[in-house]
């Protein structure tokens, strides 16, 4: 079984910034992509960002494109997920996720999940 921990959320002013780590542990497994998703009280889960084992394939959700970046360090079996310029609206719950394979923006194709870390905006 994998298990995920997230950490780096906490209270920010809108446009500052927060980097997200998510830290794997247990039957990890080379080729594993690894997914952020967020929720927002009230709404359905949304994909976040999306990044493959290698490193070299990313997906970003189109609402945040060009206020993220998505990383991994395989060595350390942790993804990260920079935001940048944040916004009252960007305030949820986020969560990793991690699957055999391609990644995906999907959230029922990932069968690991962590606990999640509160992220909220200041306006």
């Known amino acids: 079984q994998v298990q995920l921990v997230e950490s780096g959320g906490g209270l920010v002013q809108a446009g500052g910034s927060l980097r997200l780590s998510c830290a794997a542990s247990?039957?990890?497994?080379?080729?594993?992509?690894m997914g952020w998703f967020r929720q927002a009280p009230g709404k359905e889960r949304e994909f976040v960002a999306a990044i493959a084992w290698s490193g070299g394939i990313t997906d970003y959700a189109d609402s945040m494109k060009g206020r993220l970046t998505i990383s991994r360090d395989n060595a350390k079996n942790t993804a990260y997920l920079h935001m940048n310029s944040l916004k009252s609206e960007d305030t949820a719950v986020y969560y990793c996720?991690?699957?055999?394979?391609?990644?995906?923006?999907?959230?029922?194709?990932?069968?690991?999940w962590g606990q999640g870390t509160q992220v909220t905006v200041s306006s």
């Open positions: 996720a991690t699957r055999p394979g391609a990644p995906s923006s999907y959230a029922s194709l990932y069968p690991h």
């Open positions: 247990g039957r990890t497994y080379r080729g594993y992509a």
